[in-house]
C-alpha cells in the first residue's frame, strides 16, 4: 500500500529575497507544487522580518491546503 502523500513548506530567508516553496512527497517521490518569493523587509529589524516569514507561509499555506 503506497503511503499517503505529505505536502511541506520550506522557507529560504536572504537579505535581500524570502524564497518559499511548498513541495508534495508520495513515498520516495516528492514534487514541487508551488514557489515564489518576495523581498526581504528590513525595515522593521528583527520582529519585521519574522512578521514577514510568518506573512509569507500563512500565504503559501492558504495558496496550496494541507502543508503540514
Avoid: Q
Avoid at 520516495?28 to 510568518?54: C, N, Q
Amino acid at each position: 500500500m503506497p503511503s499517503p502523500a505529505t505536502r511541506h513548506l520550506g522557507l529560504d530567508l536572504g537579505a535581500t529575497n524570502v524564497k518559499w516553496a511548498v513541495v508534495e512527497r508520495t513515498g520516495e517521490r516528492w514534487r514541487a507544487l508551488r514557489h515564489g518569493r518576495t523581498r526581504t523587509d528590513r525595515r522593521g529589524g528583527p520582529d519585521g522580518v519574522m512578521a514577514g516569514l510568518i506573512s509569507v507561509a500563512s500565504s503559501a499555506r492558504e495558496e496550496v491546503p494541507g502543508v503540514v
